[in-house]
């Protein structure tokens, strides 16, 4: 829907009945959710904002509470074991038929 708006030659609005259709589930949703009553009456008693711009923020605004609820109740990843790389040792990669290398890998390391 972004790229809808931000690419838009026309003046673009959410109340359009394109976006309002595509908006309707996530409304539905929000309107259920027990923050939107107080939030709705704090933003009418500010006024200023049509419905449309009133919804629209409820939305964002349940939108990212619940964001915020899903990220407090992740908890950090704990590997249980640490990977560690090493370079292979120059004999190893000479029995295995990689003498080209070992020998960039001799003169890079002669001339460090």
Excluded at 43 to 71: K, M, N, P, Y
């Amino acid at each position: 829907m972004r790229n809808d708006v931000a690419h838009s030659a026309d003046d673009t609005s959410l109340a359009a009945p394109y976006h309002r259709k595509r908006l309707a589930p996530a409304y539905e949703e929000a309107l259920a959710n027990p923050l939107w009553p107080p939030l709705e009456a704090i933003l009418e008693a500010q006024g200023g904002l049509d419905a449309d711009q009133r919804q629209f923020i409820l939305l964002v605004t349940v939108l990212v509470a619940f964001i915020e609820s899903c990220a407090r109740l992740q908890q950090p990843f704990q590997p249980r074991a640490t990977p560690k790389l090493e370079t292979p040792k120059l004999e190893v990669m000479e029995n295995r038929g990689l003498e080209p290398l070992t020998s960039a890998v001799r003169s890079q390391r002669s001339t460090s």
